[in-house]
């Protein structure tokens, strides 16, 4: 579908958000307040009672019109808070409905593009907290991650984390998510705002039918498996390349005991730590699981934040201000900013780029699929298996691909936007997914979308119909610009994995 | 002449009040639901129109102008261009029919004057209106203003 026509709808979802009602599908609520009936993570065995202070909530981004392919419609009840709503308030923040949240889109101090380019040069920090956490263990945790994903679960190893995919039994992607393992029988996953009740209804169906098939009855069903939904835990994201230098300032180095290492210079890309901070009160925060990792292609981490009480707000507010502070380093930066920073990283968004009628090799994510899962007798079985390993071997056998596009100069070329080949009577070709102006590519205009096989190579000349003209464009490699992914010992090796995997 | 009573210097000045309001009417800045607005010159046959204040500062840094051609003929209503935003694209409505005169090529080379001067150097394009009655159908400064707080 194509972008919001007129400024009357643009103003529309972003200034009167706050007052529109939202559909929702019926389900458990994330209880906001109140006593947590998750699990907090298990820290480690090291005690620190004695040293905490006791401490006392598209789709799409709001101005596009919202595809009918997304995974998650809103109900008619208020939009959610995460815990730093009122932060963001106080900041005075413009926000807007995305997965059923009221949540910040762009900051006052800092326009769009500003923000964007901030966070390349100097560090932003991201609420993700709408975002869904949950905890995985027991003794076919492992085996059942391996059934709904193709990842290589087995070989992850502890502090661990991949990018893999929940699929659904055609092969088709029902989530993006990132799986860390903490321990031999336990993990860590995080999966998209937008998708959490598609997500925690496919999880818990698969979880039955795994359980059945391996004759386990329900009364011995947590001595094997066990699930938690961190609705109580915020999460934010800290990105740029002064995310380190920021972060290492609060990090609490115990010289008397220590278990892991508070130089987060031996953290790389990918790996996750336990690690406390220190406020600038003097008072040190509980264990926090940090992982480098994000959604924006610069360097920099996610911190999830337990709760105390069943609420994680004072926590998270008290972490976010020590981050932030003068905001001369680090500034809050919204959703608007996070999806420009994603697309010139080629990461996909959830409900447009990637969905249930695309599988990973179609994604471009078929590097996902684990080396020893790609035969037939790999066990466990996975999801899609059949259909994902026939396109792994033969790409040629898939009707349409993801790709990235360069534009020329003029409108962009935005979700919806028919691409069409100019040799052929501008027959169409494909449709575009996502587009933008890349704020940090001097305006140059990016996009990604989905394309018949034969006209996917780099550099394929099309066109892409914007409103009343044909768009000269050319497929393009991604990430748009190179990613600033921390990696001391092995620094290409991103770049190699998505460019091996858009051609053939 | 003793006929020439006050009556008939009322006549007069009422004419006169009327003509007044007449043209200050006309001269007015009008706004549009779509959240556009249009001058017209004092000739009261060209206007000038562009997107509003609040319109602008909703839409955040414009990156892109999509300008009308001259010589273009529309109905009111009728999408003549666009601005961009690195978010989204929004059409711009005419608020009248008539003909293009000129476009504010200025906004090619830079896009942003909008955001610096919505409704005076960031002016959109001039049209020739058509019917002068579509203008009264338009809204005045403060009626747009309360449309716009609901």
Redesign the interface.
């Known amino acids: 579908m194509p972008p919001t026509r007129g400024i009357q709808n643009a103003l529309k979802s972003t200034i009167r958000a706050t007052r529109q009602q939202i559909r929702q599908p019926e389900g458990p609520k994330a209880p906001t307040r109140g006593v947590c009936t998750c699990s907090v993570i298990p820290t480690p065995s090291k005690t620190h009672q004695a040293e905490v202070r006791p401490f006392v909530h598209q789709q799409k981004l709001p101005t596009r019109v919202v595809p009918q392919k997304r995974c998650a419609s809103t109900s008619t009840t208020e939009l959610k808070h995460t815990p730093l709503y009122a932060v963001h308030k106080e900041a005075g923040a413009k926000t807007g409905p995305f997965a059923g949240y009221d949540m910040p889109l762009e900051y006052p101090d800092q326009s769009h593009p500003e923000s964007h380019r901030w966070t390349r040069e100097n560090a932003s920090l991201f609420d993700v907290s709408h975002m869904v956490q949950h905890k995985l263990s027991g003794p076919l945790a492992e085996e059942f991650l391996m059934t709904i994903t193709p990842s290589s679960i087995n070989t992850l190893q502890k502090h661990h984390s991949s990018l893999s995919c929940l699929l659904e039994e055609s092969g088709g992607i029902i989530g993006d998510t990132v799986i860390t393992r903490l321990g031999r029988e336990s993990f860590y996953f995080v999966t998209n705002a937008g998708c959490r009740e598609t997500d925690l209804a496919f999880i818990k169906a698969q979880m039955k039918k795994f359980l059945e098939a391996k004759g386990i009855s329900k009364s011995n069903k947590d001595e094997n498996i066990k699930w938690h939904v961190l609705n109580c835990h915020s999460l934010v994201a800290l990105q740029g390349p002064k995310a380190q230098e920021v972060l290492q300032k609060l990090i609490f180095n115990d010289t008397e005991e220590q278990t892991y290492s508070p130089d987060l210079s031996t953290l790389s890309f990918g790996e996750s730590r336990w690690l406390q901070f220190t406020l600038p009160d003097g008072m040190n925060t509980p264990s926090l699981l940090i992982s480098r990792t994000g959604y924006t292609g610069e360097d920099g981490f996610e911190i999830s934040i337990p709760p105390e009480n069943g609420d994680s707000t004072n926590l998270a507010t008290a972490i976010s201000k020590a981050m932030v502070d003068d905001g001369s380093v680090v500034r809050w930066a919204g959703l608007a900013a996070r999806d420009s920073l994603r697309l010139e990283a080629g990461m996909c968004l959830y409900g447009h780029d990637i969905s249930t009628e695309t599988t990973p090799p179609m994604a471009a994510l078929g590097w996902i699929v684990g080396k020893d899962r790609r035969s037939e007798s790999a066990a466990p079985v996975f999801n899609g298996q059949k259909t994902i390993l026939q396109q792994l071997t033969s790409p040629k056998s898939m009707t349409e691909r993801r790709v990235g596009f360069l534009v020329e100069k003029g409108p962009a070329a935005r979700e919806g936007a028919q691409i069409v080949d100019p040799d052929k009577d501008n027959e169409v070709i494909g449709r575009i997914t996502s587009g933008c102006p890349a704020p940090s590519m001097d305006g140059q205009n990016i996009a990604m979308g989905l394309i018949k096989n034969g006209y996917h190579k780099s550099g394929t000349k099309v066109g892409i119909k914007v409103r009343k003209s044909v768009r000269k464009a050319e497929v393009s490699r991604m990430p748009f610009i190179p990613s600033k992914f921390y990696r001391p010992d092995n620094k290409d090796k991103d770049q190699k994995e998505m460019k091996n995997n858009t051609e053939k | 002449m003793a006929s020439r009573c006050a009556e008939d210097v009322h006549d007069e000045t009422s004419l006169y009040d009327e003509f007044a309001t007449m043209t200050t009417r006309i001269m007015v800045k009008k706004y549009t639901?779509?959240?556009?607005w249009i001058e017209m010159d004092e000739g009261g046959k060209i206007g000038t129109m562009g997107?509003t204040e609040?319109?602008a500062k909703?839409?955040?840094?414009v990156?892109?102008v999509?300008l009308p051609e001259v010589g273009m003929e529309c109905n009111k209503g009728d999408?003549i261009g666009?601005?961009?935003?690195?978010?989204?694209?929004?059409?711009?409505?005419s608020p009248v029919s008539g003909k293009i005169v000129e476009s504010n090529e200025a906004l090619s080379d830079k896009p942003a004057t909008i955001n610096k001067g919505p409704e005076a150097e960031g002016w959109f394009a001039k049209i020739e209106v058509q019917d002068q009655s579509e203008l009264e159908g338009l809204m005045s400064k403060e009626e747009y203003d309360a449309f716009e707080k609901d």
Do not use: F, N, P, R
């Not at chain 2, 639901?33 to 556009?36: D, S």
């Not at chain 2, 909703?58 to 840094?61: E, I, S, V």
């Not at chain 2, 601005?83 to 059409?91: I, M, P």
């Open positions: 639901e779509e959240h556009e997107i609040y319109a909703a839409l955040g840094d990156v892109y999509e999408t666009a601005v961009e935003s690195v978010k989204s694209a929004s059409d711009i409505m």
